[in-house]
């Protein structure tokens, strides 16, 4: 497991994530669609404003997204950021 903060391309080794209980869903579902569809290579999971969001992938060879730089720089992020 990778956790990289976004702005800073900086590893962390803990973090702690509060949901609601829509966010939660969210993250089952998306979690759930990464499993079992090979196809699709990523996922958001986003506050209702999308002022926060969390970017997820599975890595390895099974979805070939050994990845050699952050995730965004290959995918893009589905939002725009408040602070950039």
Do not use: C, F
């Amino acid at each position: 497991m990778k956790i990289i903060e976004r702005l800073s391309e900086r590893e962390l080794d803990a973090v702690g994530i509060e949901l609601t209980e829509d966010e939660a869903r969210q993250l089952v579902y998306s979690v759930t669609s990464l499993i079992t569809d090979p196809s699709n290579d990523h996922e958001h999971v986003s506050q209702d404003d999308y002022q926060v969001e969390l970017t997820i992938w599975i890595s390895g060879e099974r979805k070939n997204t050994t990845l050699d730089g952050p995730v965004w720089r290959k995918i893009g992020t589905a939002y725009p950021i408040a602070d950039e």
